[in-house]
């Protein structure tokens, strides 16, 4: 199994981004893949998730209406992008992939990527 992220890096607040997450070695339709990130001193948090079988998508409160997640079940991929971004969003976003987005939003994973560094500066 494999999760491989990709896109993230250094922006100014008010900026975007656009995180990638290709997947491979599971059932890629029956699962629910999002993203949960992690900063230094902080506990993990869920950020976003879809569903892969239906399409429907959770949101932490804090990137709702900034942030959006979207899948392209053809390349097993999920994206999310972010917009207007907070320089409290700096963390380490991880790709995960769980049975259900409810669990993927709480922070748990069956799978996850490797990672990639989101910077804010303000």
């Known amino acids: 199994v494999q999760l491989v992220e990709s896109g993230g890096g250094l922006v100014q607040a008010g900026g975007s981004l656009r995180l990638s997450c290709a997947a491979s070695?599971?059932?890629?339709?029956?699962?629910?893949l999002g993203w949960f990130r992690q900063a230094p001193g902080k506990e993990r948090e869920g950020v976003s998730c879809?569903?892969?079988?239906?399409?429907?998508?959770a949101y932490a409160d804090s990137v709702k209406g900034r942030f959006t997640i979207s899948s392209d079940n053809a390349k097993n991929t999920v994206y999310l992008q972010m917009n207007s971004l907070k320089p409290e969003d700096t963390a380490v976003y991880y790709c995960?992939?769980?049975?259900?987005?409810?669990?993927?939003?709480?922070?748990?994973?069956?799978?996850r990527g490797q990672g990639t560094q989101v910077t804010v500066s303000s």
């Open positions: 070695g599971f059932t890629f339709d029956d699962s629910a």
């Open positions: 879809i569903s892969s079988s239906d399409g429907i998508t």
């Open positions: 995960a992939a769980h049975t259900t987005c409810a669990r993927v939003v709480s922070g748990r994973y069956r799978y």
